[in-house]
Structures are given as structure tokens and as C-alpha cells.
């Protein structure tokens, strides 16, 4: 596609419940980052992918966040038993190869849990 | 902790005069420096980056300067409109790792 495309836009959910976050990125891009931002803040890396394999997860804030590849394509940030801290803004952004210097961001899924 | 940081959360500029950002980094292992711009509502977009052996860059009204000698980055913003009211955020790629780490953002404000 022309840009980074996230999906839902935005997500209000319950405190406990599971959501999924979905993340095309730019077609020929092999390398796919995920990324949350708080209100205000700045951006906090969680994990990255190259192909369908995350050599560098250690963002991830808990055993309750997971994401996966497939296809060296969509990724899909799952967040289980969500709580009210995980409210943020989930960005996605993705690059070619050895170009980590320019990556490309979507618009981001705004997560809400109340 | 964080590698980069910025000096000032927010910044005001009359319209038409020159903006500086500026931000200090700590790892003398980044390869590259980017700035990002983030408008309200969207995701950062790209603005410039520096290589970490270069100490000037210039874009389109945009001058990026580097030196490594105190650590410190700037983002120079010509003639300021109101279209470049913003967050922007300093971020670097440090050699060898495809991650990029950002810091906390500076708020431009453009006063027409």
C-alpha cells in the first residue's frame, strides 16, 4: 500500500478483555516496528520484526502484550487482560531493510480501557 | 534508560522567524540521527537525519547540526509557519541494532 495502515483507528475496550491491533505496512518493507505512546510522552519501542521473526522484543512491557508476523507482512500486536495503563497510542511503522534510520509510521490505534 | 533527551518541552516562535530544537544524546554509538515531526493526531513523519560522521545537514528549510564533541543535535527551522506547529522528536539508530529510540519531544508553537 501507499502508507502504513493501522487497524482500529481507535478501540475503547474493558478493563480485562483482549484486543488485537493490526498493522499492514508499506509493501516491499521487511522490517516492521511497533511502538506505544502515552499521552504527552514520547515514543516507547516494543518490539520489532524483520521478515516474520522479532530479533529484538524487549519492549514489551509484560507477558500479557505478544505480536506476531506472518506472511513477512501484517503483524498483529495482541494485548490480553487489558488494564487502564495500557491506554495509549499503539504505533505502527515500518522500513526496508538495514534503513532503520528512516522508518515510516502509520497513524496509530488509539486504545482506550476503561 | 533513555539515550536521547531534549532541553525543551515547549518552544513558541513568532511566524516568520527562525526555530532551533535541540537535543543532547549519550551513546557515542548511534549511527544515525533523525528528527521526526508529529503532528496532532498522526504519526511522526520524518523529517531528516545526520549521519553520525557528518556535522551539517540541510533539507528544505531544514538544517540539521551534530556535534559530537559535547552531544548535542539541533533542528533549525527557517522562516517558522504555522504549518510547523508540532511535537518534534529527536531519535537515533545506533550501529548494528534496526531499532530507532526517541526522546521525549519538543512542543512548537507558531504564533501567527
Known amino acids: 500500500g501507499a502508507g502504513v495502515s493501522q487497524s482500529p483507528s481507535n478501540k475503547v475496550t474493558e478493563k480485562g478483555k483482549d484486543v488485537e491491533l493490526r498493522c499492514d505496512p508499506i509493501s516491499g518493507h521487511t522490517a516492521l516496528y511497533w511502538y506505544r505512546q502515552s499521552l504527552g510522552q514520547g515514543l516507547e519501542f516494543l518490539i520489532y520484526f524483520q521478515g516474520n521473526s522479532a530479533p529484538d522484543k524487549s519492549g514489551l512491557p509484560s507477558d500479557r502484550f505478544s505480536a506476531e508476523r506472518t506472511g513477512g507482512s501484517v503483524s498483529t500486536l495482541t494485548i490480553q487482560r487489558t488494564q487502564q495503563e495500557d491506554s495509549a497510542v499503539y504505533l505502527c511503522?515500518?522500513?526496508?531493510?538495514?534503513?532503520?534510520?528512516?522508518?515510516?509510521f502509520g497513524e496509530g490505534s488509539w486504545l482506550t480501557v476503561v | 534508560g533513555e539515550s536521547v533527551g531534549l532541553h525543551l518541552p515547549t518552544l513558541s516562535v513568532q511566524e516568520g522567524d527562525n526555530s532551533i530544537i535541540n537535543c543532547a544524546y549519550s551513546n557515542s554509538a548511534s549511527d544515525y540521527f533523525i528528527w521526526y515531526k508529529q503532528e496532532s493526531g498522526k504519526g511522526p513523519q520524518f523529517i531528516i537525519d545526520?549521519?553520525?560522521?557528518?556535522d551539517k545537514r540541510q533539507g528544505q528549510r531544514v538544517t540539521v547540526l551534530l556535534n559530537k564533541t559535547v552531544k548535542h543535535l539541533s533542528l533549525q527551522i527557517a522562516a517558522t509557519q504555522p504549518g510547523d506547529s508540532a511535537v518534534y522528536f529527536c531519535a537515533e539508530n545506533r550501529r548494528g541494532y534496526q531499532k530507532v529510540t526517541f526522546g521525549t519531544g519538543t512542543k512548537l508553537q507558531v504564533i501567527p
Open positions: 511503522a515500518s522500513s526496508l531493510a538495514n534503513s532503520g534510520n528512516t522508518i515510516y
Open positions: 545526520i549521519r553520525s560522521n557528518m
